[in-house]
């Protein structure tokens, strides 16, 4: 089974930067990769996602301040997350499919994905 392990997360003041790193156990190359959060009180939503030919979808929330990315050698998922907001503050989730993917719609959608980490919490201080 696959596992995905996060790391990165931090407390910050609002305006800050924080880089998570999600590391993928499993052998696919470049498989399709995202990262949700879920907030206190709140459902868990999808943040950005990467395919396997580095299509890219984010979440409105989040356009132009977090950029999703992927290190193929190491098999590393990352998510650099820039003027960070207090609205921004939650635990963070890797998700992966074992597989690859291109161009598919529901590439934020949590039942896409089958293999999830266990989290790595985000604290942003206004």
């Known amino acids: 089974q696959v596992q995905l392990v996060e790391s990165g997360g931090d407390s910050v003041e609002a305006g800050g930067s924080l880089r998570l790193a999600c590391a993928n156990s499993g052998s696919v190359n470049d498989p399709c990769m995202g990262w949700f959060r879920q907030a206190p009180g709140k459902e868990r939503e999808g943040v950005a996602a990467?395919?396997?030919?580095?299509?890219?979808k984010y979440a409105a929330s989040v356009k132009d301040r977090f950029t999703i990315s992927r290190d193929s050698a190491k098999n590393t998922l990352y998510l650099q997350m820039n003027s960070l907001k207090p609205d921004d503050t939650a635990m963070y989730y890797c998700a992966a499919i074992e597989a690859r993917c291109g161009g598919v719609a529901r590439l934020l959608r949590q039942d896409f994905y089958t293999d999830w980490g266990q989290g790595t919490r985000v604290t942003v201080s206004s």
């Open positions: 990467l395919d396997s030919y580095g299509f890219t």
